[in-house]
T-cell receptor, first 112, second 115 residues
């Protein structure tokens, strides 16, 4: 099976802009989680989607949002970008009822 | 919320030695504990995991132990090789309903194996 894919792989944006990142899970996986990875804060959970519904949410401001489509693909959006939003954004997919999460390659977002 | 502490932050060993990384967690409801390996510029890769109904699990040179009473779990790598050099992350879940819930990660351990 193909692994988790994410697009784009790299992105440079300016403060105040918004950005949308995309994640395609492993075929058959209906749960998608998003994480932010930074050198200072490590890996932090953003949110989890299952069957087009947000099931869990981390401690991030409302500028961070996401959605999931009927084919389990997921997108996350960050509005009004801040310099501190520069990070590697990783998504992970899993089978329902299984804990194992498999990560995509990530999207490296740089905010200038 | 869940808090996961991981030690040490860096670990340097000689090839062939063993390496041990330890984590503690705070949420007694946690029931799933994965370990990830992340090489430079790569995605985190699941290398082993353990569930709360098991005390130990092995897969070739790697093993994980879990002590639910003390709320700590450890990764053991035996006969280390240079290709084991990477950042290792532990994690614990916060279950909710039918979901395994979100994962809370430790801060990571940079493992360096010297030839």
């Amino acid at each position: 099976k193909a692994g988790v894919t994410q697009t784009p792989r790299y992105l440079i944006k300016t403060r105040g802009q918004q950005v949308t990142l995309s994640c395609s899970p492993i075929s058959g996986h209906r749960s998608v989680s998003w994480y932010q990875q930074t050198p200072g804060q490590g890996l932090q959970f953003l949110f989890e989607y299952f069957s087009e519904t947000q099931r869990n949410k981390g401690n991030f401001p409302g500028r961070f949002s996401g959605r999931q489509f009927s084919n389990s693909r997921s997108e996350m959006n960050v509005s009004t970008l801040e310099l501190g939003d520069s990070a590697l954004y990783l998504c992970a997919s899993s089978l329902e009822g299984r804990g194992e999460q498999y990560f995509g390659p990530g999207t490296r977002l740089t905010v200038t | 919320g869940e808090n996961v502490e991981q030690h040490p932050s860096t670990l340097s060993v000689q090839e062939g030695d063993s390496a041990v990384i330890k984590c503690t967690y705070s949420d007694s409801a946690s029931n799933y504990f994965p370990w990830y390996k992340q090489e430079l510029g790569k995605r985190p890769q699941l290398i082993i995991d353990i569930r709360s109904n098991v005390g130990e699990k092995k897969d070739q040179r790697i093993a994980v132990t879990l002590n639910k009473t003390a709320k700590h779990f450890s990764l053991h790598i035996t006969e280390t090789q240079p290709e084991d050099s990477a950042v290792y992350f532990c994690a614990a879940n916060q279950p909710g309903g039918t979901s395994y819930g979100k994962l809370t990660f430790g801060q990571g351990t940079i493992l360096t194996v010297h030839p």
